[in-house]
């Protein structure tokens, strides 16, 4: 069973909003700092935005204002709704968990298209 699974990415025309799901196993869910990062093509891996065990959320500058990453405990689930969409946005967005001194975890990723 995957310990990471993202749903919910889609087309969407510039301007418009999505919301990513991530279902996490339990232990990761509770102990891991989780995250959405993305990679458009021929591009690296980034940072997209991370949320701590206890709520303490980050942003790249790039989504900062527009996209909000949020944690649903009993539910084991972190969310990523995305607003104002860009064709910039364009990406494959993975789900990940780290912790400090541990390995990272990663979904499969699931695909965002921003395009009229």
């Known amino acids: 069973q995957a310990q990471l699974q993202e749903s919910g990415g889609g087309l969407v025309q510039p301007g418009g909003s999505l919301r990513l799901s991530c279902l996490v196993s339990?232990?990761?869910?509770?102990?891991?700092?989780l995250g959405w990062y993305r990679q458009a093509p021929g591009s690296q891996r980034e940072l997209v935005a991370t949320i701590t065990t206890v709520g303490t959320t980050r942003y790249s500058d790039s989504v900062k204002g527009r996209f909000t990453i949020s944690r649903d405990n009993p539910k084991n689930t972190v969310y990523l709704q995305m607003n104002g969409l860009k064709p910039e946005d364009t990406a494959v967005y993975y789900c990940n968990g780290h912790r400090d001194y541990d390995m990272d975890y990663w979904g499969k990723g699931t695909l965002v298209t921003v395009s009229s």
């Open positions: 339990e232990s990761i869910f509770r102990l891991y700092r």
